[in-house]
Nanobody, 122 residues
């Protein structure tokens, strides 16, 4: 019922910045979001949670990106965004957005974005 479309990935030099956007096909308010997050998976490694935001506004980041990444929600654009600054080679990965939601009066669901490649290289 809800689809997520990611954009903003690409190639950037160390120290550069990228902004990722994850746009939902439905209003974030209408689908009653419980949790939103950005994950990443580097080659040969497990997928890890990078940044998360709950419906109550609580935000958490993995230690390796604190002070560099910022997650935000934009209800007007139906999106959850990730601003990445001072990028490092170890940030190279496929980034996935994730939304856990429960439409009013209906069962809880979750959905993943298709993934977008972020490559940090000099």
């Amino acid at each position: 019922q809800v689809q997520l479309v990611e954009s903003g990935g690409g190639l950037v030099q160390p120290g550069g910045s990228l902004g990722l956007s994850c746009t939902a096909s439905r209003s974030l308010f209408d689908i009653n979001v419980n949790f939103m997050g950005w994950y990443r998976q580097a080659p040969g490694k497990q997928r890890e949670l990078v940044a998360a935001m709950t419906s109550g506004g609580n935000i958490n980041y993995v230690d390796s990106v604190k002070g560099r990444f910022t997650i935000s929600r934009d209800n007007a654009k139906n999106s959850v965004d990730l601003q990445m600054n001072n990028l490092k080679p170890e940030d190279t990965a496929v980034y996935y957005c994730y939304v856990d939601y429960q439409p009013w009066g209906r069962e809880r669901k979750n959905v993943w974005g298709q993934g977008t490649q972020v490559t940090i290289s000099s």
